[in-house]
C-alpha cells in the first residue's frame, strides 16, 4: 500500500511539474452545392460534410519541450476520397539556446505571396479538402532550427513521401478524365521511401523579410500520365525528382506591404519533369477605417509567371489577380476575403472566389464560401473545373 | 518724444507676441520633464508578463469577455518588444501578436495564424484599428515612448483626492488615430489616471481611466483595472490584469519570429 501511496505521489508531483497543457480543437459541418450539371455523370451535385479536428499538447520541462498532436478527419457524403483522415501534427520539440529540434510529423509554411504559394514546398497540398491549397498533409521530418543574428537557418531531413489525395469518381473538383488514387508512379527507385532534403535561411532586417530556400527530393506536385483501364483512359500521378531553388521577400513601408516569391526548379537525372522559373509578386494596400465603424480594407494585385507552356504549367503561368481583405473588427471578428484571377494571354482562363466568415456567441463560427472556375482551352489547367463552381455554407464549433 | 512712444509701443507689441511664446515654450518643457520623469521612474522592470481579461460591453448591456496574455521586455535606447498569446474566444485561441516599438522609426509587427501555420507582416499602419472589436486600438495597448509624443502642460487638477499634472500630448505618429490626447498624472507617484483622446475633428473620442494601481517590486506601479469609454457610441471596455510577474529571465530570443510560432 505504501508502495501505492508512493507512485501515486509520483505521478502527482510528475503532473503538477508538467507546466502548460492544453486540449482544444473544432467540430464543423459544411454543405457545398455545384450549380453547374457535371461534366461526368457519375459527379454528384451537392455534398454534405463532418469535419472534426482536435488538438492536444503539452509542455514540460519549464516550456522547452513539448508534444503536439492535431488530428483531422473529413466525412463526405458525396465522394469516398474526400472522407480522409490525417495527423496534421505529431511531434516532439526541443528549444535550445538559440535552436530548435523538431522530430515527428509538422506542417511548415514558407513564403508571402496570397494568390499562390510557390516556395512553399515542405508539406502535400490537401487537394480533396479545399481548391485553394492552403490545407496541408502532416510531414515527417527531423527539423534543426539555428537562430542567430544575422538569420535563421533550417535544416529539413524529410524521410517519407505523402502522395496527393485525389476526388474519387463521384465527386466534383477533379480531372476529367479521372486521376487514380494509389497508381502513383516515381521516378525514384525508393519510392515514397526517398529521402527529401531542405535548407531554409531566413532574416528580418527592419523593413525586410527576406528567405532564400533549397529543395531536393520527389516533387510534390505530380505529372498526370495517360493510362489505358477497364473503365477507359485514366490519368495517373507520377512524381519526378527535382531540385528548387527559391526566394522570399517582403517590404513593408506604412501602408503597403511589397511580396516577392521566385524559384527555380531542375529535374535530376532522367527526369519526364521540365526545368522551369516561375515567380509572383505584388503588394497588400491597407487602408484602415473606412468608415465610421473602423472597418479595414487590405487591397491586393499580384502577377504569376510560369516559364512552361501549356498543359504542364500550373493555373498561375501568366495571371493577374486582384483581391481584398475587409475586416469589419467588430465583436464578432466578421471578415470577407475575396479574389479574381485572369489569364493575360486566354481571355476565357479565369477563376474568382470569396470567403467569409463570423461568430455566433462565444465559440461558434458561420462561413460562407463561393468559388468560380471558367475556362475553354482543353489545355487549361482550370478546363476540367470549368463545371465545378461552388457554393458552401458551414458551422464550426471551437473548443 | 514721438519716438519713443513709438519704440515702446513696438517694445509692447514685441512684448505681447514674444511672452505667450515663452510661457508655451515653458509649457512645452514642463510637459516633456513630466514625461522624462514618469518613463525615468519605469525604467528597470528588465521583462513581465501578465494576464489580461477584456470584457466588452455593448450599448444594449451585453458582455463578451477575451482572455490573452501579455509578456514584454524591456529594451534600452529603443522601444520595447512585446507579445500577446490569445487564449479566448475558442477560435483565436493560439494567434500571437508580437511588436516592436521604436522610438524614431514606424513599429515592426507581426500576426501568427495557427491554421494556416504562418506568420504575417503587419502594415504598421494597423496601429488605429479596433483590438479584436473592443473600445482599445492597438495603439492605446503598446508601451509608452517619450520620444513618441510632443508635450505641453495644461494645469494642475484633483482627480479622486490626488493632484494631477494635466498634460495634452501629440502623437508625431502620422499613423496615429488620435489628434491629441489629454492625460492627467498623479504628482505623487507619476501614474496615468485618465487619458482623453480627440479625434481630429477636436471632439473626445474615448476616454479611458485607470485605476486599481498596485505596486511591484517596490517601484513600478500597474493599474489592474483600465476602463476605455467610447463617447461617440456609448459602448465600453473593461480590461483587467493579473498575476504580473517582473524578471522571470526573458530575452530577445523569446520576441522573434520563431518564438511567435510557438507561443502557447
Redesign the interface.
Known amino acids: 500500500m505504501n508502495v501505492k501511496l508512493c507512485a501515486g505521489a509520483m505521478l502527482a508531483s510528475l503532473i503538477a511539474s508538467l507546466s502548460?497543457a492544453?486540449f482544444?480543437g473544432?467540430v464543423g459541418v459544411q454543405a457545398r452545392a455545384f450549380p453547374s450539371t457535371a461534366a461526368d455523370p457519375a459527379q454528384g451535385s451537392e455534398t454534405l460534410s463532418g469535419v472534426l479536428s482536435p488538438e492536444w499538447?503539452q509542455?514540460w520541462n519549464d516550456?522547452d519541450d513539448?508534444f503536439n498532436i492535431k488530428a483531422f478527419y473529413r466525412y463526405d457524403s458525396q465522394d469516398d476520397e474526400r472522407s480522409h483522415a490525417d495527423l496534421r501534427e505529431f511531434y516532439w520539440?526541443h528549444?535550445g539556446?538559440?535552436w530548435?529540434l523538431t522530430v515527428g510529423v509538422n506542417?511548415?509554411?514558407w513564403g508571402?505571396t496570397e494568390s499562390q504559394h510557390l516556395v512553399d514546398i515542405i508539406n502535400q497540398t490537401d487537394f480533396v479538402e479545399a481548391p485553394d491549397g492552403?490545407d496541408k498533409l502532416g510531414q515527417p521530418m527531423i527539423h534543426y532550427?539555428s537562430?542567430q543574428d544575422w538569420g535563421?537557418v533550417d535544416v529539413f531531413v524529410l524521410p517519407t513521401f505523402r502522395e496527393r489525395e485525389f476526388a474519387g469518381k463521384e465527386g466534383r473538383l477533379r480531372s476529367i478524365p479521372i486521376t487514380l488514387n494509389d497508381a502513383e508512379q516515381y521516378q525514384s527507385d525508393r519510392k515514397e521511401e526517398h529521402i527529401d532534403y531542405a535548407l531554409r535561411w531566413s532574416h528580418?532586417l527592419?523593413?525586410w523579410?527576406v528567405g532564400l530556400s533549397w529543395f531536393n527530393g520527389t516533387s510534390r506536385e505530380p505529372l498526370y500520365l495517360p493510362r489505358a483501364t477497364a473503365a477507359g483512359i485514366a490519368l495517373i500521378p507520377h512524381y519526378a525528382l527535382i531540385e528548387q531553388s527559391g526566394i522570399d521577400a517582403?517590404y513593408?513601408s506604412?501602408?503597403?506591404?511589397w511580396k516577392l516569391e521566385a524559384i527555380y526548379r531542375r529535374s535530376i537525372g532522367h527526369s519526364l519533369a521540365d526545368n522551369y522559373a516561375a515567380s509572383t509578386a505584388g503588394f497588400?494596400y491597407?487602408l484602415?477605417?473606412i468608415n465610421s465603424l473602423?472597418w479595414?480594407l487590405g487591397l491586393l494585385l499580384e502577377y504569376s509567371y510560369d516559364s512552361r507552356p501549356r498543359p504542364n504549367a500550373s493555373p498561375f503561368q501568366n495571371d493577374i489577380f486582384v483581391g481584398g481583405r475587409l475586416?469589419l473588427?467588430?465583436?464578432?471578428?466578421s471578415e470577407i476575403l475575396f479574389g479574381y484571377s485572369q489569364d493575360v494571354d486566354d481571355q476565357d482562363s479565369r477563376s474568382a472566389f470569396m470567403e467569409a466568415s463570423t461568430?455566433i456567441g462565444?465559440?461558434t463560427?458561420v462561413t460562407a464560401e463561393v468559388f468560380h472556375f471558367h475556362g475553354d482551352d482543353s489545355l487549361d489547367p482550370i478546363y476540367s473545373l470549368r463545371r465545378d463552381s461552388y457554393i458552401e455554407i458551414g458551422l464550426?464549433y471551437?473548443? | 518724444m514721438i519716438i519713443k512712444r513709438f519704440t515702446a509701443s513696438i517694445l509692447f507689441s514685441l512684448s505681447v507676441i514674444i511672452s505667450p511664446a515663452l510661457i508655451a515654450d515653458e509649457a512645452q518643457d514642463k510637459g516633456l520633464a513630466i514625461a522624462k520623469e514618469m518613463k525615468s521612474r519605469d525604467r528597470g522592470w528588465v521583462d513581465s508578463s501578465a494576464e489580461m481579461e477584456m470584457v466588452?460591453h455593448?450599448r444594449g448591456g451585453r458582455e463578451?469577455?477575451r482572455e490573452m496574455r501579455i509578456l514584454s521586455l524591456e529594451v534600452q535606447n529603443d522601444g520595447d518588444k512585446s507579445m500577446t498569446i490569445f487564449d479566448?474566444?475558442?477560435?483565436?485561441?493560439?494567434t500571437a501578436f508580437l511588436s516592436f516599438t521604436h522610438n524614431n522609426?514606424?513599429d515592426?509587427q507581426w500576426l501568427y495564424l495557427p491554421a494556416?501555420?504562418?506568420v504575417k507582416?503587419i502594415?504598421?499602419?494597423?496601429k488605429?484599428?479596433?483590438f479584436?472589436?473592443s473600445e482599445f486600438s492597438y495603439e492605446d495597448l503598446s508601451s509608452f515612448e517619450v520620444e513618441e509624443y510632443d508635450y505641453r502642460w495644461l494645469r494642475d487638477e484633483e482627480v479622486n483626492g490626488e493632484l494631477c499634472y494635466v498634460v495634452e500630448i501629440i502623437p508625431r505618429d502620422k499613423?496615429s488615430?488620435y489628434s491629441r490626447e489629454i492625460v492627467w498624472i498623479d504628482q505623487s507617484h507619476y501614474r496615468a489616471l485618465k487619458i482623453e483622446f480627440y479625434d481630429r475633428k477636436e471632439s473626445v473620442l474615448k476616454t479611458l481611466t485607470l485605476s486599481d494601481y498596485q505596486l511591484h517590486l517596490d517601484k513600478f506601479w500597474r493599474p489592474a483595472k483600465q476602463t476605455m469609454v467610447n463617447e461617440r457610441n456609448g459602448k465600453s471596455t473593461e480590461v483587467f490584469l493579473r498575476n504580473y510577474q517582473f524578471r522571470s529571465g526573458l530575452d530577445e530570443?523569446d520576441f522573434?519570429?520563431?518564438s511567435l510560432k510557438?507561443a502557447?
Open positions: 502548460h492544453e482544444l473544432y499538447y509542455q516550456g513539448s520539440q528549444v539556446n538559440s530548435e506542417t511548415i509554411f508571402v492552403e532550427a537562430i535563421v528580418y527592419g523593413d523579410n517582403q513593408v506604412g501602408d503597403w506591404l497588400e491597407t484602415t477605417g473602423f479595414d475586416s473588427n467588430d465583436i464578432a471578428s461568430r462565444d465559440s463560427r464550426e471551437y473548443y | 466588452l455593448t463578451t469577455r479566448s474566444p475558442n477560435d483565436v485561441k493560439g522609426a514606424d515592426d494556416l501555420k504562418r507582416r502594415a504598421s499602419k494597423n488605429s484599428g479596433p479584436m472589436g499613423y488615430g530570443q522573434t519570429e520563431n510557438r502557447r
